[in-house]
C-alpha cells in the first residue's frame, strides 16, 4: 500500500516571501503521478500542480513549483512570492498510474498562512 | 464549462438513518471518486466509478454503497448512520482514460450525524 506523508502540519510566513512544503511517499510502483491539491478556507479542493513520475523535469505551474526527486520519494511544492489567496491547507497526494486505479492517497496536509 | 456540482451542500440526520448524496462531473467526465474528510482520519477513498460500474473501493463497511448513471452522474448512499459518519463528503470527476489522470472536485457535502 501506498502512504504519503507530510511532516509540517502548519507554516506560516510573510506575504510575497518564498516557501517550500514537504511531502515524502512510500510505494514499490515505478509509473505514478504526484499532486499537490488546495484546500482554502471555503473547502473547494483545487488542484494545484502535478508530475508524472517518469518524468525527469520538475513541473512548473506560475508561482509553483515542485522538487521531485524520485529516489528519495520526495516531492515538495514551492510557492514563490506567496499572496494572502494563498492561505489554505496543502495536500500532497499519490495515484499509482494504471487504468482503473483512479484513487488518490493523500497526506495529512499542511495549514499554510500568509500573513500581511 | 460548470465544475463538479454536490448536492446537498449540508445535511443533518439522526443516528440509524440512511442517507443519499449525490454528484454530478464535468461535463465529458465518466469517472466519479468520492472521498470522506474527517479531522481525524484526512481525506479517505471511499469508491470510484467509471462508465456506471464501480471500479475501485476503498476500505469501508458495505454501509457505504453508491452508483453511477448513464449521464456520468453519481449518488452515494450511507445506511444506518453512526456519529462516526459525520464528515465531509467530496465527489471528484476525472475523463478516466488511460492517460488522463487528474481529479476535480466538487465543494462537497458536509454531514453530521447527532
Known amino acids: 500500500a501506498q502512504t504519503v506523508t507530510q511532516s509540517q502540519p502548519e507554516m506560516s510566513v510573510q506575504e510575497a516571501e518564498t516557501v517550500t512544503l514537504s511531502c515524502t511517499y512510500d510505494?514499490?510502483?515505478?509509473?505514478?503521478?504526484l499532486f499537490w491539491y488546495k484546500q482554502p478556507p471555503s473547502r473547494q479542493m483545487i488542484l494545484v500542480i502535478r508530475?508524472?513520475?517518469?518524468?525527469?523535469q520538475n513541473a512548473t505551474e506560475n508561482r509553483f513549483s515542485v522538487n521531485f526527486q524520485k529516489a528519495a520519494k520526495s516531492f515538495s511544492l514551492k510557492i514563490s512570492d506567496s499572496q494572502l489567496g494563498d492561505t489554505a491547507m496543502y495536500f500532497c497526494a499519490f495515484m499509482k498510474l494504471r487504468t482503473g486505479a483512479q484513487k488518490l492517497v493523500f497526506g495529512q496536509g499542511t495549514r499554510l498562512t500568509i500573513n500581511p | 464549462k460548470a465544475g463538479v456540482t454536490q448536492t446537498p451542500r449540508y445535511l443533518i440526520k439522526t443516528r440509524g438513518q440512511q442517507v443519499t448524496l449525490s454528484c454530478s462531473p464535468i461535463s465529458g467526465h465518466r469517472s466519479v471518486s468520492w472521498y470522506q474528510q474527517t479531522p481525524g482520519q484526512g481525506l479517505q477513498f471511499l469508491f470510484e466509478y467509471f462508465s456506471e460500474t464501480q471500479r475501485n473501493k476503498g476500505n469501508f463497511p458495505g454501509r457505504f454503497s453508491g452508483r453511477q448513471f448513464s449521464n456520468s452522474r453519481s449518488e452515494m448512499n450511507v445506511s444506518t448512520l453512526e456519529l462516526g459518519d459525520s464528515a465531509l463528503y467530496l465527489c471528484?470527476?476525472?475523463?478516466?482514460?488511460?492517460?488522463?489522470?487528474?481529479?476535480?472536485f466538487g465543494p462537497g457535502t458536509r454531514l453530521t450525524v447527532t
Open positions: 471528484a470527476s476525472s475523463f478516466g482514460g488511460a492517460t488522463t489522470y487528474e481529479q476535480y
Open positions: 510505494t514499490s510502483e515505478s509509473n505514478y503521478y
Open positions: 508530475q508524472e513520475a517518469y518524468k525527469q
